[in-house]
Every structure is written in structure tokens, then in C-alpha cells.
């Protein structure tokens, strides 16, 4: 499965389903429906962390880990592998054109993205919850675009604003929010490249996608790893590759530091999935009924799906040539058309392989 889930986590989670519910008989529907909805909750990549609790009602801890590496390695490995090409001192014609059609065709999918989980977060609310819910959408958008270092700290707070509201008058909150606000604040002292894959791994609410946003202020603008062209192949390059979105770190980690720094952004962005799973997979239930945890996810989660949303601006910001702007209309149009993301990529890819044999 880590080598033939193209899609993005939709298809990852479809695949797992079809595996442990249908075919392996390991879950019951209702105990999968429970734990997707679980890891929905929780920071982090939500396909991954699906991936190691079924691997990990299989075989226990041994099997957690063992699924979880089988289920990341294979496009971890091919990412690297692109990463030591597309990354050299002289990198081949080739590569830089898939990754530029690539890049273009990214935009469109990154705000489809944004605007399905958009309006996912907006569905079934009225008066006051609407309304704070398009704040925080509005939050999000406005940190990636004006203040991308500060994306963490947006959502968190939007996150624990909407839980203090639903337990007003008291406003009390539960320990586990301002456990993470502390860790924004006391593992920012961490070296700069664990400091952004940790963010990438366990503070990430909203998707794979809202990643984009928290490593691009750190590659592009603040240490000044990648460029933007480079910085929005390197997300075509993790979307083309199979397994989870999260692999898209180790380009950066490479750009950063070599091998050395995409394996050490691979681990720390990795690591808290199968920590958080070995800690909760036994309270899923409590964890989904929890009002608490709700609560803060509905704050968390609009201001994530803005973010999203918010990161087109600079991918698109960062297109250079004019045969990408016509990739990206023609990606926009097969999304439209109801076509899998994976279709416009691809497309994408294709076309700037074309450009450079011109």
C-alpha cells in the first residue's frame, strides 16, 4: 500500500479501509469508522497514524511499527531518491521541468483543497458558530500569507479560543492544548530543521495539505534553503509520490542539510505518529466523544483549511515561466471536471518534460 497510494489521504484512507475492513477482516466497519475519526482529531497525518493503529490491532506494537515503516517507506525512499537529483549542484533539465509542470498544476489542487475542507468546516453551522468559524478560516489564510512563521501559534489559538467559548463562563481548558501552546514556544529552541519538521509532525491540524504553509515560511523565507520554484517543485514532488504528504519534509530536510537532514527531518516528522498512536489508540472512543477535543478541532480546523487555502498565494507566486500559467488553467479545468488530483499532476509533470524538449 505505501507504494501504490497515489492521492493523497482520501485514497490512502479508501485503501486502508478496503484492506483491514473488506478484505483482511481485521476491524469491524464501526471500530475503522472510530478510529479514522479519531486520528481526525489529533495532530499530525491522519492516513499515517490510520495506518499504524490498523497494523497495530494486528500485531500489536511490533506490527505498529512495522506497518507504519511499510506504509512510509517506499515513497520516503523514492522522494530521496528524487531529492539527490533534483537537488545537485547541476540537476538535470528533465527533472527541473517535471517538477515546474508539476508545481503549476499544484496550485489549482492545493485550492481545491482548501476549498472542499472549507466548506467542510462551514456545513451544518449557523449565526455565532458560522461566524467564528469564517474567522478562523480568515486567520489562517491572512498567517500564511502575512505571517507564515507564525502559522503554529494561529492555530493553536484559534483552536483554544473556540474551546474557551463553548466552556464559558468558566472558559476552563483542558491541559492538552496548552501542553502543545508550551510546545510551540519551548521547542522553537531546537535546531531550526528539527524545529519545522516537528511542526510538520505533530502540530499540523487540518490535512496533509496545511503543511505547505508551515514548511514554506521556514525553507523560503526565513533560513533560505530552497527557493520558491524550488520549494513548490519539492510539493509536486511529494504529491506525485506515493504514501503519505508528509514525505515532502525530507526534500526540505535535504535542501537544508544533505542526506544527513532529510533522514533527520523524515524522523522527527514521522516519530510522533506512532508515539501518539502507542499513547491513545486504547482511548480512541473517549477521544471522539471528547466535547473538549472537539471543540478545539473546530476552532483549529477552519483556521487549517484557510491556511491551506492561504498557501496557493505564494505557490503561485513562485510560477516563472508562461507555459505554467496555461498547466495551471488546464489543471483547474480537469478539477472541475470531477477528475483525481493525480490526473492533473501528472498532466502537469508531463507537460513540463515536453517544455524542456523544446
Known amino acids: 500500500m505505501g507504494a501504490l497510494s497515489f492521492g493523497g489521504p482520501p485514497a490512502q484512507i479508501a485503501l486502508l479501509r478496503d484492506l483491514a475492513v473488506e478484505r483482511r477482516r481485521w ?55 528524487i531529492s539527490a537529483v533534483a537537488l545537485a549542484d547541476s540537476p538535470p533539465e528533465w527533472i527541473i521541468g517535471i517538477g515546474a509542470g508539476a508545481a503549476a498544476a499544484v496550485v489549482a489542487v492545493v485550492v481545491q483543497a482548501g ?34 512563521a507564525g502559522l503554529v501559534l494561529a492555530l493553536l489559538a484559534c483552536g483554544l479560543v473556540e474551546l474557551a467559548w463553548r466552556r464559558r463562563p468558566g472558559a476552563a481548558v483542558h491541559a492538552w492544548p496548552l501542553a502543545l501552546l508550551l510546545a510551540v514556544t519551548g521547542t522553537a529552541a531546537l535546531p531550526a530543521l528539527a524545529w519545522t519538521a516537528f511542526k510538520v509532525g505533530a502540530l499540523s491540524y487540518g490535512g496533509g495539505f496545511v503543511i505547505i504553509p508551515l ?9 533560505g534553503w530552497m527557493t520558491r520554484a524550488e520549494f513548490a517543485n519539492a510539493v ?18 535535504w535542501a537544508a542539510a544533505g542526506l544527513g537532514g532529510a533522514l ?61 500559467y ?33
Open 326 to 358: 496555461a498547466v495551471l488553467a488546464a489543471a483547474a479545468v480537469l478539477l472541475v471536471l470531477g477528475r483525481p488530483p493525480i490526473w492533473a499532476l501528472a498532466g502537469g509533470a508531463a507537460a513540463g518534460l515536453v517544455s524542456t524538449l523544446s
Open 27 to 81: 476491524l469491524s466497519a464501526q471500530e475503522f469508522e472510530d478510529a479514522n475519526a479519531a486520528t481526525q482529531l489529533l495532530p499530525g497525518p491522519g492516513s499515517t497514524q490510520l495506518a499504524i493503529f490498523c497494523a497495530m490491532r494486528v500485531g500489536g506494537t511490533a506490527g505498529a511499527i512495522a506497518g507504519g515503516l511499510a506504509f512510509i517507506l517506499p515513497g520516503l525512499l523514492l522522494v530521496l531518491a
Open 115 to 148: 476549498v472542499l475542507l472549507i466548506r467542510a468546516s462551514l456545513e451544518q453551522r449557523r449565526d455565532g458558530p458560522l461566524a467564528r468559524a469564517l474567522l478562523y478560516v480568515a486567520i489562517g489564510a491572512a498567517a500564511t500569507v502575512l505571517a507564515g
Open 215 to 223: 514548511m514554506q515560511q521556514d525553507a523560503v523565507d526565513v533560513h
Open 264 to 324: 533527520l527531518a523524515s524522523l522527527v516528522a514521522f516519530a510522533p505518529s506512532f508515539l501518539v498512536i502507542g499513547l491513545t489508540a486504547d482511548r480512541f472512543d473517549r477521544l471522539r466523544r471528547s466535547g473538549a477535543a472537539r471543540a478545539f478541532l473546530d476552532g483549529a480546523g477552519p483556521a487549517a483549511a484557510g491556511a491551506i487555502l492561504g498557501a496557493a498565494v505564494p505557490l503561485l507566486d513562485a510560477l516563472e515561466e508562461t507555459w505554467q
Open 236 to 253: 509536486a514532488y511529494g504529491q506525485l509520490t506515493p504514501g503519505p504528504v508528509v514525505q515532502t519534509v525530507a526534500i526540505v530536510g
